[in-house]
């Protein structure tokens, strides 16, 4: 089974705080997201990756950065935390074949930021 | 640009009672579709998919045919279970594009009553 982890469930931060969020998928896939997901508003796509040190912004890359070093792991990086990042962050992987791009999801981390 | 629309909710259905959520996609080239279902407290799962016009995804008594005439996507499931309440998230990729990316709907939210 394909799995994807996320380092935390819950966090909370403070306003101003460096935040780093953590994703590590187990099956090789080359493609891995981060979304946002908010009542009323579903996910939105906000950085993604499709090789090693390869990066796209999605449709709400501001106060967001990223990082993949190696294949497996995604982190999302929150500069500067302010509260209207409060959301849940849900990570995601995919395989480059057969055109389908299925994607597979880590539990999400729920984070607050007071 | 692609996007998905689907039935806002929340739906509210007693056991045993027939669903039906719509979702109606715009694309640019032809795209994969797909359900996927998130559980209270959980990330999203795959629930089905269809890769072309036509076709049927079904899985768990869920199913869903992939209309291009009428560019639709509706999920039915002839009697629901309590253990189906879950938001429900239609979503397309473009089978064009190497970016792998999917589009999500904004979730419809299922409640079950006994």
């Known amino acids: 089974d394909v799995k994807v982890t996320q380092s935390s469930r819950y966090l909370v931060k403070r306003t101003g705080e460096k935040v780093f969020l953590e994703c590590v998928q187990d099956?090789?896939?080359?493609?891995m997201f981060w979304y946002r997901q908010d009542p009323g508003l579903g996910l939105r796509l906000i950085y993604f990756s499709y090789d090693v040190k390869m990066k796209e912004k999605g449709d709400i890359p501001e106060g967001y950065s990223v990082s993949r070093e190696k294949k497996e792991r995604f982190s999302l990086i929150l500069e500067s935390a302010s509260t209207n990042q409060t959301s849940m962050y849900l990570c995601?992987?995919?395989?480059?074949?057969?055109?389908?791009?299925?994607?597979?999801f880590g539990p999400g981390t729920r984070l607050t930021v007071t | 640009g692609d996007s998905v629309t689907q039935m806002e909710g929340p739906v509210t259905l007693s056991e045993e009672a027939f669903l039906t959520i719509n979702c109606t996609y715009t694309a640019t080239g032809y795209p994969s579709l797909f359900w996927y279902v998130q559980y209270p407290g959980e990330g999203l799962q795959l629930l089905l998919k269809a890769t072309k016009a036509d076709d049927k995804g079904s899985n768990k008594g869920f199913e869903a045919t992939y209309r291009k005439e009428t560019t639709s996507f509706h999920l039915e499931k002839g009697s629901v279970q309590v253990s189906d309440s879950a938001v429900y998230f239609c979503?397309?990729?473009?089978?064009?594009?190497?970016?792998?990316?999917?589009?999500f709907g904004r979730g419809t939210q299922l409640t079950v009553w006994p």
């Open positions: 979503a397309l990729s473009d089978r064009g594009s190497t970016l792998g990316r999917l589009y």
């Open positions: 099956m090789d896939h080359e493609n």
């Open positions: 995601a992987s995919s395989p480059e074949s057969g055109g389908s791009y299925e994607q597979y």
